[in-house]
């Protein structure tokens, strides 16, 4: 008798999600935003710690929080759940939606924590592959839905780690289609030509069946704080309240996130900066001996044309620049993918991948 309990048998294969977390002078390889929040943000979270009771449990119902969030996407508060993170968000709603028996469809290459969470609530999930464009496909589409009937069908717009949102018909003709929930994964939202937030707010037909979800990591400059949210239909929201944790937000958190919105302009105008320099990007990367594709977030994939990504990866990691290496991950041979910085970030990063790339030159 005794020694360790063993594993639950599906999940003895899994490992955990990470980035890899290296010191170095830039690091480019995790999406967040390269900027701080506001300083006038700062000064109003630290007068608002002030006047919280830190020996009393938060709001559970995250009251103040989903009324202003309900107040910038004109919808009503009983249509957002806020968690920890947009991580948490797809959680609970595998938890309540998913399980044994049931299915969540998604469109590789994606975000690969929508099919590990899935597999950690011990959802089956069920894929389809993108074109060489890294485009959904209608009729893929349609044959995967017709023969998983899944519960959830993730669509990451923009796609990470690809780049592209979905166009509106597209994720309209998923709505269609889709017998379970769509959920838009936004986290890039905000970068992105349009939102699914708007087929919510008009009502397009199965928007009772459409989540969004969006996080304070990427645009909000708020990565350490760890606040995401949906917006959905009201039942949708009950479901994830049944099944999280009690007291899940704390008090911090939910302050960090209402005050935020305070901010919207200086929100917007980082996105334009960072916009600005992921079109320099984009065009320095034309010049060099690279595939890259179109991007709609705060980020570009790119394929060294000559020279393996994993040697690349190791020349900018030597010049203490990080970027993250897509090499191995399905449907991404010799990739890599690298977040947009400030400009000197950007300038390093482009410097160090030109010298790199320069190697393999006779």
């Given at each position: 008798?005794?020694?360790?309990?063993p594993?639950?048998?599906?999940?003895?294969?899994?490992?955990?999600?990470?980035?890899?977390?290296?010191?170095?002078?830039?690091?480019?390889?995790?999406?967040?935003?390269p900027?701080?929040p506001?300083?006038?943000?700062?000064?109003?979270?630290?007068?608002?710690?002030?006047?919280?009771?830190?020996?009393?449990?938060?709001?559970?119902?995250?009251?103040?929080l989903?009324?202003?969030?309900?107040?910038?996407?004109?919808?009503?508060?009983?249509?957002?759940?806020?968690?920890?993170g947009?991580?948490?968000?797809?959680?609970?709603?595998?938890?309540?939606y998913?399980?044994?028996g049931?299915?969540a469809?998604?469109?590789?290459?994606?975000?690969?924590?929508?099919?590990?969470?899935?597999?950690l609530?011990?959802?089956?999930?069920?894929r389809?592959?993108?074109?060489?464009?890294?485009?959904?496909?209608?009729?893929?589409?349609?044959?995967?839905?017709?023969?998983?009937?899944p519960?959830?069908?993730?669509?990451?717009?923009?796609?990470?780690?690809?780049?592209?949102?979905?166009?509106?018909?597209?994720?309209?003709?998923?709505?269609?289609?889709?017998?379970?929930l769509?959920?838009?994964?936004?986290?890039?939202?905000?970068?992105?030509?349009?939102?699914?937030?708007?087929?919510?707010?008009h009502?397009?037909?199965?928007?009772?069946?459409?989540?969004?979800?969006?996080?304070?990591?990427?645009?909000w400059s708020?990565?350490?704080c760890?606040?995401?949210?949906?917006?959905?239909?009201?039942?949708?929201?009950?479901?994830?309240?049944?099944?999280?944790?009690?007291?899940?937000?704390?008090?911090?958190?939910?302050?960090?996130?209402?005050?935020?919105?305070?901010h919207?302009?200086?929100?917007?105008?980082?996105?334009?900066?960072?916009?600005?320099?992921?079109?320099?990007?984009?065009?320095?990367?034309?010049?060099?001996?690279?595939?890259?594709?179109?991007?709609?977030?705060?980020?570009?994939?790119?394929?060294?044309?000559?020279?393996?990504?994993?040697?690349?990866?190791?020349?900018?990691?030597?010049?203490?620049?990080?970027?993250?290496?897509?090499?191995?991950?399905?449907?991404?041979?010799?990739?890599?993918?690298?977040?947009?910085?400030?400009?000197?970030?950007?300038?390093?990063?482009?410097?160090?991948?030109?010298?790199?790339?320069?190697?393999?030159?006779?």
């Amino acid at each position: 008798m005794g020694g360790p309990v063993p594993l639950r048998p599906d999940l003895s294969l899994l490992s955990g999600y990470h980035s890899p977390q290296v010191d170095v002078e830039v690091r480019l390889n995790t999406n967040e935003s390269p900027l701080p929040p506001p300083e006038e943000w700062l000064a109003e979270l630290r007068h608002e710690l002030g006047h919280i009771d830190f020996n009393r449990y938060p709001d559970r119902d995250v009251t103040a929080l989903r009324a202003a969030l309900g107040e910038l996407h004109g919808i009503d508060p009983a249509r957002v759940f806020c968690a920890n993170g947009s991580n948490e968000v797809l959680q609970c709603l595998l938890l309540a939606y998913g399980g044994a028996g049931r299915r969540a469809a998604l469109f590789e290459p994606t975000y690969a924590l929508h099919s590990h969470i899935a597999s950690l609530t011990a959802t089956e999930v069920v894929r389809a592959w993108r074109g060489p464009d890294h485009r959904v496909d209608l009729e893929t589409v349609d044959r995967l839905l017709e023969e998983s009937q899944p519960v959830v069908t993730f669509l990451c717009s923009p796609n990470n780690p690809t780049g592209r949102a979905e166009p509106p018909e597209v994720v309209a003709h998923v709505l269609e289609r889709a017998p379970g929930l769509v959920v838009v994964d936004e986290a890039y939202g905000q970068f992105a030509p349009w939102s699914a937030l708007d087929l919510l707010r008009h009502g397009t037909p199965g928007a009772d069946r459409l989540v969004v979800v969006r996080t304070f990591s990427k645009t909000w400059s708020m990565a350490a704080c760890r606040l995401g949210y949906m917006a959905a239909h009201p039942d949708v929201v009950a479901a994830c309240e049944a099944v999280v944790l009690p007291y899940h937000l704390d008090a911090v958190t939910q302050a960090a996130g209402r005050l935020a919105l305070r901010h919207v302009d200086a929100m917007e105008a980082r996105v334009a900066a960072i916009t600005e320099e992921r079109g320099r990007i984009a065009a320095a990367l034309g010049e060099l001996p690279v595939e890259s594709w179109p991007s709609d977030a705060n980020f570009i994939l790119f394929r060294p044309a000559d020279r393996a990504a994993t040697d690349v990866w190791q020349d900018l990691l030597d010049a203490s620049v990080l970027v993250r290496d897509c090499s191995s991950w399905p449907g991404l041979d010799n990739c890599l993918r690298v977040t947009v910085g400030t400009p000197e970030e950007n300038d390093r990063f482009l410097s160090a991948l030109g010298s790199s790339l320069d190697a393999a030159r006779p």
